[in-house]
Nanobody, 115 residues
Framework: QVHLVESGGGLAQAGGSLRLSCAASGITFSIYTMGWYRQASGKEREWVEDVRSGGSTNYAASVKGRFTISRDNATNTVLLQMNSLRPEYTALYYC?????????WGQGTQVTVSS
């Protein structure tokens, strides 16, 4: 059974930082693309960024230069370092694992940024 468990969310002030973590189990982690999506209240879920199995990364324009994604294949963990936070980043952040036609989602972790 596949599990993706996010942690690290919480309340931060604008300009501050948070680090999200996603621990994966039940998959061959190293071959999966791992990523993060977010969904703000009343809005559609949107892609934030991802890291491929080979280590290459892709970022949404809105977070480029502020967020850094990384993966640790030894511990089956993907991290999202979020710096220079903005109130508009307030959302439920989801971890996703992708491989071919397979996709798995975590339950999400709430990030709230106060102005």
């Amino acid at each position: 059974q596949v599990h993706l468990v996010e942690s690290g969310g919480g309340l931060a002030q604008a300009g501050g930082s948070l680090r999200l973590s996603c621990a994966a189990s039940g998959i061959t982690f190293s071959i999966y693309t791992m990523g993060w999506y977010r969904q703000a209240s009343g809005k559609e879920r949107e892609w934030v960024e991802d890291v491929r199995s080979g280590g290459s990364t892709n970022y949404a324009a809105s977070v480029k230069g502020r967020f850094t994604i990384s993966r640790d294949n030894a511990t089956n963990t993907v991290l999202l370092q979020m710096n220079s936070l903005r109130p508009e980043y307030t959302a439920l952040y989801y971890c996703i694992a992708l491989f071919a036609s397979l996709s798995y989602w975590g339950q999400g972790t709430q990030v709230t940024v106060s102005s």
